[in-house]
């Protein structure tokens, strides 16, 4: 079956640590991106990748980075420097800019 | 302002009740509508997605866009237990940033 993995499903950082959360697409999607979801927030764009080796920062990259090696492979770090990293984490992918976006199923990040 | 607003409810209504979630957005540029629902603990799925005024039919979901009065509406008839959720809406002008709404929980009691 087509779609989107996202790993792990739960995830705890300590204090100073940087975590990685996987996302993977077997869509053959061109474009990728993160959000992150907060209560009575809404969606949020963190980083959004459009071809391999290319990425954009979104409305609220301070503290992630991603990388696009390949093309299926989305991966988000929360680093060390994002002070409130509690959330819901959701990767998506689509075949490009106007085109619906395909979500996976999330991390939960919390706080140890 | 937001760029999308969305009525957070929650909102109950008795099975087989028709549903009305509704949306506002600011920005006439905004070409493409859809709307999502997400069940706790699971990523928006994609429900409709719409380009530019008028309706769009699914089954039971109906989606509105009315640009003159940037409302954006999905109906859906002949409500189910299994429609309880949160939907979105979401919009975009055609790049990639995607605007969504905070989200309205509906549940549906059998």
């Known amino acids: 079956d087509g779609g989107i993995t996202q790993s792990p499903k739960y995830l705890f950082r300590k204090e100073g640590q940087n975590v990685t959360l996987s996302c993977e697409q077997n869509l053959n999607h061109d474009a990728m991106y993160w959000y992150r979801q907060d209560p009575g927030q809404g969606l949020r764009l963190i980083y959004y990748?459009?071809?391999?080796?290319?990425?954009q920062k979104g409305d609220i990259a301070e503290g992630y980075s991603v990388s696009r090696e390949k093309k299926e492979s989305f991966p988000l770090t929360v680093t060390s420097a994002q002070k409130n990293p509690t959330a819901f984490y959701l990767c998506?992918?689509?075949?490009?800019?106007?085109?619906?976006?395909?979500f996976g199923d999330g991390t939960r990040l919390s706080i140890l | 302002q937001k760029e999308v607003e969305q009525d957070p409810g929650p909102l109950s209504v008795p099975e087989g009740a028709i549903v009305s979630l509704n949306c506002t957005y600011s920005n006439s540029a905004f070409q493409y509508f859809m709307w999502y629902r997400q069940y706790s603990r699971k990523g928006p799925e994609l429900l409709m997605y719409?380009?530019?005024?008028g309706n769009k039919e699914d089954g039971r979901f109906t989606a509105q866009v009315d640009k003159s009065s940037k409302y954006i509406s999905l109906f859906i008839r002949d409500s189910q237990p299994s429609d309880s959720a949160t939907y979105l809406c979401a919009t975009q002008t055609g790049a990639n940033n995607l605007f969504f709404g905070t989200g309205t929980r509906l549940t549906v009691i059998p």
């Open positions: 998506a992918s689509s075949t490009g800019p106007g085109q619906p976006q395909h």
């Open positions: 990748s459009q071809i391999v080796n290319d990425f």
């Open positions: 719409t380009y530019s005024s």
